[in-house]
Every structure is written in structure tokens, then in C-alpha cells.
């Protein structure tokens, strides 16, 4: 009987801290689609609007690697309430606000305890699920609530900002993340204590954390400022200085705060290379694939965010158990590679999307391919990256790989953002009309993207080891397999 409840109670607190994720990713996009009624209500000027987004991702991005450390070193149940409350708090501050700085201000701090939920949220489940097979399953069903959240934010969005006003996008986090954190409390086991001195390396800390919200700040930015502008380069400039600054730090320290031998560690370090070039393919089709079909098909955002729900509901089919059993009877490399292949044929078909296209023809078939393939992948490319770290060290390597899908969304974003505009611009100067010229500059992002995507699961085919190291494996009943 104790094993059954152990078992309830394990799945459980997965939902539970899937619950909490969600909300954080919920909340980048679920803001967008609020963006013209808080520019309307709180006088906003058209550059200042945009900080309603970027000071999330800038604190956000920042912060990741930190907090998962945080989580590592003082106890991952701890640091995922603390980070829970912050953001919950900051909710309520943000749908309360008054005023362009105060609603800012109070995003910054929703970025700092969503990076902090998000790094530790990873750690708690790989520890919670030690058995290969219900760790595959497990992370499946995270993998879809990172993948999905986001389109479902805009259709969620469009329905509260339409009904029940802008504040309501942030403070219907206030029931979610209340009732998170009491069953959160109920459900974890309390937090082992790290082994040996628990020492923080505070100059590491704050070089990586002032090293990555710069760059970040210069990616979200670049569009506006201009990439060869002497504000965006110095930005780069400085961050590259930080971050090297900060390895330098790694390697002389005692008690480094991202020990560099992780990176030996083949698996997590392939899974972070593939990680940052599906984030960029991903983030392109998703933000991209949104206005083509507002400025070119006529959507409305509900309609957008409800033609993400073909993607959303495959990859909840593979959540539900079709990727974990695709990952214990293949592997993590064959269904991984074979998964980001599939997302670059459905950003390739995006890519020949016409100005008259409709949905069935010319959304809905990437739309399935694009759902089928993150349903594939998204879970070996988490395992890949946790499977190999220590339990003790799996909040650091759950920050890394945050980071990495972070970094790699948010630079290839803003990249093939400013490639799109320059096609288009060329298309224009050439003599095509405004629309075709506009569309133009969409199909030539999706083509980029599934080049990316492709690279990626290249990568993946090549490089990733094709079995788990034996520590995957611990904890796990005797006679329990698994194949990588």
C-alpha cells in the first residue's frame, strides 16, 4: 500500500509542479495578446510597450542558471516556493498597476521567479522519477507543457482581455499559484541537504547573471536599436566579456557555480547544441506562422491561437505515454533526430505558404507535422541533457539547458526577425507588391527555421551517444532497462 501511495503521490506532485511551469509559460504569451488594450489603458508610447515583454525575458533569461544552482545548493522544494510566491506576488502587482514604470518594474520581478520556478521545476522531477521508464513519461509530460503553453497563452489571452480586461491575464495567477504552492508543500518530500560545504560563487554568479541579461537586453532590443548600432554592439561586446570572465572564474574557483567538467558530459553537451537550434527553428515558427496568418490569411488572435490547437493536442497524445514508450524502445537519439526532421518538413511546408493559402492546405499539414515532431522530441532532447548529470547536480544542468532553449529562441528570433525584414525590403525595392513582398519575407524564416531544425537533428543523428551513462539508471528496481 505504501508503494501505490508513493506512486500517487509522485505523479501527483507532477502535475502539480507542471501546474506551476505552465503558468510561467503561459505568461509570455498570454501578455502579447493583451499588449493594445494595456497600450490603451496605461498611455504606454509605442518603443516603451515592448518592455512589457522584454523586461520579463530579461530577468527571466538572467537568472535561469542562478537558480537552478540556488536550487542545488539550499534545497529544490525551497527555491521552487520561494520562486512560486515571487511570481504569484508579482502577479498581483502587475494587475494592479497604475502606470507604465510600476506594471515594468513588477514584470522584471515575475521574470526572476519564473526563471527560478522553471530551472527548479526540471530538477524536482528527474528526482522524483529515477525508474527509466516513468522518467520518460514523466518528462514527456513536461516536455508538452513547455512546448504547448505558448500557443495555448494566446488563446487563453485573447479570451480574458476580451472579457474580463487586461488585469485579468496576471491575476488569474494568484488562485494558480496559491493553490500550487499549498499542494506543493503537501505533496514534496522535504529537501535533502547538499553533501560537503554549501558555499555560493558569488562572482561567478554575478558575471553570468550581468552577462546573460545583457545579451538578452541586446537580442530583444536589436530590431529597434539596430544590429550594427553602436548600443547593440557594445552590449554584445560587454556581455561576451562577462561571460568569458565568468569561465575564467569557473576554473579557479573551489566551489565553482557551473563546474566546467559538466560539459564533458557528451549527452548534455550535444543536447544543449541541439537545444539552441531547435529553439531558434521553433521560436521562428511559432511567432512568425502567428503574423503570417494575421497579415497575410486575415485571423483574428483567437483564431491564431486556436489553429495552434491541431500541434497543442498531438503533442499531448505523445505526452500522454507515445513518447515515453517511442524513448524505451528506441532510445533517446533515434526518436529525437527523427522528430526534429519531421518539425523541419512542417517548417518547410510553412515555407511555400502562399498570399491566398488556406488552413487546411497550407497551416494545417505543418501544423500536424510541427506537433508531431516537437511530440517526438522534446522529451529525448530533456533526457538527454538530465539523464547524465549527478541527482545533486541536475537543478545546475536543468539551468543550462533552460538557458540554452532560451538563448537559442531569443537570439534566433530576433535574427531571422531582421532577415524577414530585410527579404521583405529587398522584395519591395525589387518592385513586388506590399503583401506578396511582406510574405515573402515569411516563407524565406520558415526556410531558415527548417534549415535550423535540420542542423539540429543532424547533430542529434551524428553525435548524441546512443545509450545512457549507468547513473541514469539509479535508483531504478533491479532488472529495469533502457535504451539511449
Known amino acids: 500500500m505504501t508503494r501505490v501511495l508513493d506512486h500517487r503521490r509522485r505523479w501527483a506532485a507532477l502535475y502539480v509542479l507542471c501546474t506551476g511551469v505552465l503558468m510561467i509559460v503561459l505568461d509570455t504569451t498570454v501578455v502579447v495578446v493583451a499588449m493594445p488594450t494595456i ?58 498597476s497604475g502606470s507604465p514604470v510600476a506594471l515594468v518594474a513588477a514584470r522584471a520581478v515575475q521574470g526572476l521567479g519564473g526563471a527560478v520556478v522553471t530551472a527548479v521545476a526540471l530538477s524536482l522531477i528527474v528526482n522524483l522519477f529515477t525508474e527509466p521508464a516513468e522518467r520518460a513519461q514523466a518528462m514527456g509530460i513536461y516536455g508538452f507543457v513547455c512546448a504547448a ?18 488585469e485579468s491575464v496576471f491575476l488569474i495567477n494568484l488562485p494558480i499559484g ?3 504552492y499549498v499542494s506543493c508543500v503537501k505533496l514534496l518530500p522535504a529537501d535533502t541537504p547538499a553533501a560537503g560545504p554549501r558555499r555560493l560563487d558569488l ?11 545583457l545579451a538578452v537586453y541586446a537580442i530583444v532590443d536589436g530590431n529597434a536599436a ?68 494575421q497579415h497575410i490569411l486575415g485571423y483574428e488572435p483567437f483564431q491564431v491561437g486556436l489553429a495552434f490547437l491541431p500541434a497543442d493536442l498531438i503533442m499531448a497524445v505523445f505526452s500522454a505515454g507515445v513518447s515515453a514508450k517511442l524513448v524505451m524502445r528506441y532510445g533517446i537519439r533515434g526518436p529525437l ?35 508531431i515532431g516537437a511530440g517526438m522530441a522534446f522529451n529525448p532532447v530533456l533526457l538527454a541533457a538530465m539523464n547524465d ?75 548524441l551517444r546512443p545509450k545512457p551513462q549507468p547513473k541514469s539508471l539509479v535508483g531504478a528496481p533491479s532488472g529495469a532497462t533502457g535504451r539511449g
Open 203 to 213: 562572482a561567478g554568479a554575478l558575471t553570468v547573471t550581468a552577462g546573460l541579461m
Open 178 to 180: 496559491v493553490a500550487v
Open 226 to 293: 539596430g544590429w550594427t548600432s553602436l548600443q547593440t554592439q557594445g552590449l554584445l561586446a560587454a556581455a561576451a566579456i562577462l561571460l568569458a570572465a565568468f569561465l575564467v572564474i569557473e576554473t579557479r574557483v573551489a566551489a565553482p557555480l557551473m563546474p566546467l567538467r559538466l560539459f564533458r558530459l557528451r549527452n548534455l553537451s550535444i543536447a544543449n547544441i541541439v537545444g539552441v537550434l531547435w529553439a531558434a527553428g521553433m521560436f521562428g515558427w511559432f511567432v512568425i506562422s502567428a503574423l503570417y496568418m
Open 389 to 463: 548529470a549527478d541527482p545533486h547536480e541536475s537543478g545546475l544542468a536543468s539551468g543550462v539547458v533552460n538557458t540554452s532553449f532560451m538563448m537559442g529562441g531569443a537570439v534566433g528570433l530576433a535574427i531571422l526577425a531582421s532577415l524577414s525584414d530585410a527579404r521583405t525590403r529587398s522584395l519591395a525595392e525589387a518592385g513586388v507588391e506590399g503583401l506578396a513582398a511582406l510574405n515573402g519575407g515569411y516563407q524565406f524564416t520558415f526556410l531558415l527555421g527548417a534549415a535550423l531544425t535540420a542542423a539540429g537533428a543532424l547533430v542529434a543523428a551524428l553525435w
Open 337 to 371: 533526430w527523427v522528430g526534429l526532421l519531421i518539425a523541419a518538413i512542417g517548417l518547410a511546408w510553412l515555407a511555400r505558404a502562399p498570399l491566398d493559402g488556406s488552413f487546411m492546405v497550407d497551416v494545417l499539414p505543418s501544423m500536424v507535422l510541427l506537433g
Open 39 to 96: 497600450q490603451a489603458d496605461l498611455a504606454f508610447s509605442g518603443t516603451t510597450l515592448t518592455w512589457v515583454l522584454n523586461a520579463y525575458l530579461l530577468t527571466f533569461g538572467g537568472f535561469l542558471l542562478l537558480g537552478g544552482r540556488l536550487g542545488d545548493l539550499y534545497g529544490s522544494r525551497r527555491w521552487f516556493l520561494i520562486g512560486l510566491a515571487l511570481f504569484t506576488a508579482a502577479s498581483l502587482a502587475c494587475g494592479l
Open 149 to 166: 503553453g505558448g500557443s495555448i497563452g494566446e488563446v487563453l489571452g485573447g479570451f480574458l482581455t476580451s472579457w474580463l480586461g487586461w
